[in-house]
């Protein structure tokens, strides 16, 4: 977990910083979410790298095992607080039900690094 926690973090900067820098340009949130975001590390996934949350944008990254990196904006702040505090909530049932297949959010796919 820890790795891919690095690699999407690389990921995000070389996205945000790096020569095309079209998605930090439609939304500045992307950039920020490099430096204000929880890693939930505390549980595995068969389906899920590495999840950034971050509850006072409401924004959330994940990089999924097939090496596909998604970004989230305008995602519940309850639903990432509750991902926060209950250990027992399943990764997988908590980025279909709040960010795949939720009608608010807002999806960005980062290019491949």
């Not at 926690?5 to 079209?22: A, E, I, P």
């Not at 505090?85 to 039900?97: A, C, I, Q, R």
């Amino acid at each position: 977990m820890l790795m891919g926690f690095m690699r999407l973090r690389r990921r995000l900067f070389v996205t945000c910083s790096g020569g095309s820098d079209t998605l930090r340009r439609t939304n500045p949130l992307v950039s920020c979410l490099i430096m204000f975001s929880f890693n939930v590390t505390d549980r595995t996934s068969s389906a899920i790298d590495c999840l950034l949350v971050d509850p006072m944008r409401g924004t959330a990254c994940v990089m999924f095992k097939n090496g596909y990196t998604y970004v989230y904006l305008n995602v519940s702040r309850r639903a990432i607080v509750n991902l926060l505090m209950n250990k027992d909530m399943s990764l997988g049932f908590w980025v279909n039900e709040n960010l795949v297949n939720s009608e608010r959010v807002y999806e960005h796919r980062l290019a491949a690094a």
